[in-house]
């Protein structure tokens, strides 16, 4: 069955720190990749996504991930963390199957931003 | 920039009433969703829809919820007896356009929260 694990349930770093989001898939192909952000209280935005092609998609606010056909995964990176950036994390897999082209969620990431 | 709107963005309800939750998806896309995110847990898919018709539902997705696109703008989810485990963000999304069917990405509304007392 087609799954996402996001292993991390929370994760605290430091404003101006690195960071890393860990997701992984389980599909029989390769599937649509999406990570979303959601701050306390809004809907979904999307950061980036992966359809096919170069492995390292950038997304918006400074965010870009990278897929690993290997690793079946697709974690989510920024060199910088911005206070602002605080919020849940989600990553997402799409399926082309017929008419539907549903999102299956990982059970997200919390990031907390230390000053 | 396009983006979906809902309506309302909280309901509350009693057990046993029913409630419509609205909203317009970007309106040159094709196709449409629905899904909810209790308290504190993922977000889970409920139903898609395409071509005036379900093309997928989960298990979530019982005889107590209807969808409905009536006039060619607004998509509508129905829950006609709610339960109190009913309460969640309900989201809305749309993706695809004629030109550009296999566009994957989906863009989500604001979400509705429904609580059920």
């Known amino acids: 069955a087609q799954s996402v694990t996001q292993p991390d349930i929370h994760i605290t770093v430091s404003e101006g720190a690195s960071l890393e989001l860990r997701c992984n898939y389980s599909?029989?192909?390769?599937?649509?990749l999406f990570w979303y952000v959601q701050s306390p209280g809004q809907g979904l935005q999307l950061l980036l996504k992966?359809?096919?092609?170069?492995?390292l998609v950038q997304g918006i606010k400074g965010f870009e991930a990278e897929f690993k056909r290997s690793q079946s995964s697709f974690n989510l990176r920024k060199p910088s963390v911005h206070w602002s950036d605080a919020a849940e994390y989600f990553c997402?897999?799409?399926?082309?199957?017929?008419?539907?082209?549903?999102?299956?969620f990982g059970q997200g990431t919390t990031l907390q931003v230390k000053p | 920039e396009p983006e979906v709107t809902q309506t309302p963005s909280h309901q509350v309800t009693q057990m046993g009433q029913e409630v419509i939750l609205r909203c317009v998806p970007i309106?040159?896309?094709?196709?449409f969703y629905w899904y909810r995110q209790i308290l504190g847990q993922k977000v889970e898919f409920l139903v898609s829809?395409?071509?005036?018709?379900?093309?997928?539902k989960s298990e979530i997705f019982d005889d107590q919820f209807s969808v409905e696109r009536p006039d060619g703008s607004n998509f509508t989810l129905k829950i006609r007896s709610t339960k109190l485990e009913d309460s969640a963000m309900y989201f809305c999304?749309?993706?695809?356009?004629?030109?550009?069917?296999?566009?994957?990405?989906?863009?989500f509304g604001p979400g509705t929260r429904l609580t059920v007392t």
């Open positions: 829809f395409y071509n005036n018709e379900i093309s997928e």
């Open positions: 599909y029989g192909a390769t599937p649509y």
């Open positions: 992966y359809f096919s092609g170069d492995t």
């Open positions: 997402a897999v799409g399926f082309n199957s017929g008419n539907t082209g549903k999102l299956i």
């Open positions: 999304a749309s993706r695809g356009t004629v030109l550009n069917p296999l566009l994957y990405e989906q863009y």
């Open positions: 309106s040159n896309h094709l196709y």
